[in-house]
């Protein structure tokens, strides 16, 4: 007889806590995890029956939704051909197929796609690309400038060129050093630009990354393309390499297919991630323009971009990439995009009548505004869980920054889910409205 124990037989909560190590989680004093059975579409299917809207997209990865058949298809389809090769020295379709692909959907300077495997990793590929670039060049050590208050991921480049914080205080003596403007979602356009001028001109100044008209994490602040096209321009005047982190923007976010298509001056290099595979697979790509590739064409071993990862080009995830962006392009998801754009406009009109609502702002599907107390608006607010709570009884998942709420659902999710969001955020706003906010943290 079998002595192996049945899921009945198991405690998951009890061997969770015991073993498993969740991110951006406190080990004491939270709540056990939510155990997901099955998801599809924009819906969480709990263990103990309850059904959750996912309205972030699960930390904005699942653009079509979750268990999409079509990239279910995709990847079965080709575990039975190739699951994996190693890419130096070797290729395959689906890399080509996937490079060739996105490589038209962007402007013509772009000419070569190299893979990774997460955002993170996507940054720390094009800083090293950049400052390469740069000793084959000219031999200097470029210094580099970022936004105040940008988040550009959690290995050690991204989290130098990020904002300095509680996140990353027992690693800031390992850091290189970086210029920093001011925050473009807070600060005057005038003032960033003539800082900008001073910084550019420094001649030691030789890269400037950013995360195009949205910074995510730093509180879904959004600024407008005319100043990021004027930066842009002001540091290509002065020689400077632009990386735009598209890790969030890419793939429809802002209204259009990535960010940068609202902008008349392209950054130089290009990270991609999130939704690239529509949620289904690890994998991100920085994509260099012709300029840059130049530098590294030499058979001088020196000259050589030395970086690369286990899975580096999987064919698993670019067949799902693939996939992913051949029904992101499709019409029907094209109308959804623009329904919930439309949706989160006319939301928004109503939010705008509430007294403990301010900084309303929209960025295509990404709506997001913050709740009035008595604290400043931060992503450290004690509010935060009482918020993620209070949604989470209600069915939806919407994870706070903060006080910040906001909305990136997926492109699938129908009017009613996002009608039964709406709702849920009114009803927030009216619970709230008229207690003392000290007694919720």
Not at 58 to 76: C, F, K, M, R, T
Not at 106 to 112: A, M, N, Q, V
Not at 384 to 413: E, K, S
Request: charged letters at 20%.
């Amino acid at each position: 007889m079998s002595t192996l124990k049945t899921d009945k037989d198991l405690n998951w909560d009890e061997i969770d806590a015991k073993h498993v190590w969740h991110p951006f989680t406190p080990l004491r004093g939270q709540a056990p995890p939510l155990l997901v059975q099955h998801a599809r579409e924009s819906l969480l299917y709990l263990e103990n029956g309850k059904i959750i809207i996912d309205a972030v997209s699960s930390w904005w990865v699942n653009i079509h939704g979750h268990s999409h058949p079509l990239l279910a298809e995709a990847l079965y389809k080709q575990a039975l051909e190739l699951e994996h090769v190693i890419f130096a020295g070797f290729t395959h379709k689906p890399a080509i197929q996937l490079s060739d692909a996105l490589l038209k959907q962007l402007d013509p300077k772009f000419s070569k796609v190299f893979f990774s495997d997460n955002g993170s990793t996507a940054i720390e590929v094009s800083l090293k690309m950049a400052m390469q670039y740069h000793n084959i060049n000219s031999s200097i050590n470029p210094k580099i400038v970022a936004f105040k208050d940008a988040y550009h991921g959690d290995t050690f480049g991204a989290m130098a060129v990020g904002e300095r914080g509680t996140f990353n205080i027992p690693f800031e003596p390992y850091f290189f050093d970086i210029l920093q403007l001011p925050s473009p979602g807070s600060t005057a356009e005038k003032h960033i630009l003539t800082e900008a001028k001073k910084l550019f001109s420094e001649p030691e100044v030789g890269i400037f990354i950013f995360e195009p008209l949205v910074q995510g994490a730093g509180g879904m602040q959004m600024y407008s393309a005319q100043l990021l096209d004027r930066l842009i321009e002001l540091a290509h005047q002065n020689n400077v390499i632009c990386i735009a982190d598209e890790v969030m923007t890419g793939f429809g976010r802002t209204g259009k297919l990535f960010a940068c298509n609202h902008l008349r001056n392209q950054p130089d290099i290009i990270c991609l991630s999130k939704g690239l595979t529509g949620g289904a697979m690890p994998l991100s790509v920085s994509i260099a323009s012709q300029f840059i590739v130049d530098a590294f064409d030499s058979d001088a071993r020196n000259r050589t971009f030395f970086h690369g990862h286990s899975f580096t080009g999987n064919p698993l995830a670019c067949a799902v990439a693939i996939a992913s962006l051949e029904l992101l392009l499709s019409k029907e998801r094209q109308e959804d995009m623009q329904r919930i754009c439309s949706s989160h406009s006319n939301f928004a009109k109503s939010l705008k009548l509430l007294d403990n609502v301010e900084n309303i702002r929209q960025c295509g599907t990404i709506l997001a505004f913050d709740w009035k107390n008595e604290e400043e608006t931060s992503y450290f607010n004690s509010k935060r869980n009482f918020i993620y709570n209070f949604f989470i009884d209600r069915g939806v998942l919407l994870r706070p920054l903060g006080n910040t709420i906001y909305f990136m659902p997926p492109y699938c999710t129908s009017q009613a889910q996002l009608e039964k969001v709406y709702e849920a955020v009114l009803e927030f706003f009216k619970f709230t409205k008229h207690m003392k906010t000290t007694t919720v943290a």
